[in-house]
């Protein structure tokens, strides 16, 4: 069965992925991961580049440049594309992600759970604060994984950000939320695997030593990218050069649509 897992690490830099993430440099010195590093689009928001992370657009393009832009996004993601072609679509995620592909504004008691086939994230469990464990983040993307076996599975920590905003990007509480990130990924990756999926863990921006990422310098601009599992060889084959933050969403549509046609 074709499965793609997308693990998006928020506020997560490119040297903190280097030096804190034992476990995702094991994958790598292994030849079980490719590592990239991204510089990514403006401005480095959250809520406009999950939006570009989903569609391959700049948010210039969407026009969506703010974190309180609470609407759908203007361009169809990949989680429409995914259930377009008939595949099972999950997410884990901040309740952004819920507002930009099913609906907006997110309404709790409506949408926290949501189980739905006829939207584009058709299975979700979405969070609301910053301080939402990524341990049980994790634990509610297996829970999702294990119960509707997704084609297309989101799974969105937060606490790197969080750590950051609160104590800034060279922290130690910063540091120490990168490798847990690391740590859930060790426990948790393996298995997913071993089960033939494919995987890409990235992040949307870095973070600042002041607690902030809006500044153009590398702490906020630099961050990591993983492919995981060799469905990622044919797509990177015809991308040709090194990927950029706007070609992930066709990156991902390709191995999905490809792997949905060799098994049908
Ligand atoms: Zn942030």
Redesign the pocket.
């Known amino acids: 069965m074709p499965r793609l897992i997308l693990v998006l690490l ?2 997560l830099h490119a040297a903190a992925a280097d030096a804190r993430m034992g476990f995702m440099a094991a994958l790598v010195e292994n030849g079980d991961a490719v590592r990239h590093t991204l510089s990514c689009a403006l401005p480095p ?2 809520r406009p580049l999950y939006a570009t992370l989903l569609t391959g657009r700049a948010p210039a393009e969407l026009g969506i440049f703010r ?1 309180d832009d609470a609407r759908l996004c203007p361009a169809p993601t990949l989680f429409h594309h995914a259930r377009e072609a008939g595949l099972v679509t999950a997410a884990a995620a901040y309740y952004w992600f819920s507002e930009l592909c099913n609906r907006a504004p997110f309404v709790p008691e409506r949408d926290r759970l949501t189980l739905d086939p006829s939207l584009p994230i058709s299975h979700g469990l979405f969070y609301r604060r ?1 301080d939402y464990p990524d341990e049980e983040l994790f634990g509610d993307a297996e829970a999702l994984y294990r119960r509707f076996s997704p084609h297309l599975l989101l799974v969105h920590s ?1 606490n790197i ?2 750590a ?2 609160l104590s800034g990007g060279d922290s130690a509480a910063y540091r120490q939320a990168a490798r847990e990130a690391d740590g859930l990924l060790a426990r948790h990756v393996p298995r997913w695997l071993a089960e033939g999926c494919a995987l890409c863990v990235t992040s949307d ?1 870095g ?1 600042h030593p002041d607690g ?2 809006d500044d153009l310098v590398d702490e906020v601009r630099r961050v990591p990218l993983w492919f995981l599992g060799d469905a990622w060889r044919a797509p990177l084959a015809a991308l040709g050069r090194p990927p950029r933050q706007t070609d992930l969403a066709a990156l991902c549509r390709a191995l999905l649509l490809r792997r949905e046609s060799r098994a049908s």
Request: charged share 20%; no cysteine.
């Open positions: 928020d506020g928001l959250s974190n910053d937060m950000d969080n950051g905003h921006h973070m902030w990422h």
